[in-house]
């Protein structure tokens, strides 16, 4: 079947939403998250979908904020997306339920195959679900559960999909990422390293490791751009944010390292992946 990371197609979409002025306010879906600066926060999102559109060359579509949705710039917890298919994900938190409408409905504006959970038992975010380009890890966390995890397995039947224990209050994708297709990155704490240590017993393909000082750091998008010919791109955090790691990151010399900032966001539970939706095949016009 290849060589692990061929399943990370070639991107060609982006999908973001716009930062409303209530998740400054620290409204954040009822969590009680700390107020943050609106002008910073939008500032870093509107770099990070100048990259994603400039830098990578993909197509941006961006949903406009909406007021009733203070977290809904972290539309990666919407969805999952491989291929053409879709899965609109459950998300723990109630509140959060109604961010996943706009995106299903821009998926769907994109050709993709939508896949629905009906089970009112699972929940499931998306930042908990790791795909390496052979197959899955599903994280069991305060966000997901075993139902959510199985839905997956229903869902991205061509794949083994494998769940692993994440403690604490982290998503999965807050702990480890891609870092190439035959690379895994992974944070320094010991539920990080746990989590890796949980996937290298699951796994039946070998993987690379290079662990980074912050878990925050391993919450990176590794990208293989639309143009024949161009090296792929790690998009991580960058800009003056976590600067041991970004040393560390440096040993990744198979990829193009993409820097952006997220500090700001990043006080309302956003990491990179959180903060877009790419889609790794060119969707049915």
């Excluded at 949903?63 to 459950?90: H, K, N, W």
């Excluded at 959060?96 to 629905?116: F, M, T």
């Excluded at 679900?129 to 061509?158: C, P």
């Excluded at 010399?253 to 900032?261: A, F, G, H, K």
Aim: negative net charge; charged residues 20%; contains cysteine.
């Amino acid at each position: 079947m290849g060589t692990p990371g061929e399943g990370l197609g070639r991107c060609s979409h982006a999908l973001i939403r716009g930062v409303p002025e209530s998740l400054a306010s620290g409204e954040g879906a009822g969590a009680g998250l700390p107020s943050l600066d609106l002008a910073k926060a939008q500032r870093e999102h509107g770099v990070l979908g100048g990259k994603l559109r400039q830098r990578l060359g993909l197509q941006l579509l961006e949903l406009p904020p909406e007021e009733s949705l203070p977290l809904g710039p972290l539309l990666g917890d919407t969805a999952v997306i491989q291929g053409d298919t879709a899965l609109i994900t459950r998300p723990w938190s109630p509140a959060r339920r109604p961010e996943v409408d706009g995106v299903r409905k821009a998926l769907q504006d994109l050709g993709l195959r939508i896949v629905e959970i009906g089970d009112e038992t699972a929940t499931l975010d998306g930042t908990d679900v790791l795909f390496t380009g052979r197959e899955f890890f599903v994280g069991l966390s305060k966000w997901t559960n075993h139902r959510g995890a199985e839905i997956v397995a229903d869902t991205f039947r061509d794949f083994a999909v494998s769940t692993v224990p994440v403690s604490g209050p982290s998503h999965l994708r807050g702990l480890c990422g891609m870092g190439g297709p035959r690379t895994v990155v992974a944070g320094s704490s010991d539920a990080a390293q746990k989590a890796v240590r949980a996937m290298a017993v699951l796994t039946d393909h070998p993987y690379a490791s290079l662990t980074l000082p912050d878990d925050a750091a391993a919450d990176c998008l590794f990208l293989r751009p639309g143009l024949p010919g161009v090296a792929p791109f790690l998009l991580h955090r960058g800009g003056g944010d976590l600067p041991n790691s970004q040393e560390a990151l440096q040993k990744l010399s198979d990829v193009t390292l993409v820097p952006v900032s997220c500090s700001e966001l990043e006080k309302a539970g956003a990491g990179l992946s959180s903060l877009c939706l790419v889609l790794s095949t060119r969707p049915h016009s």
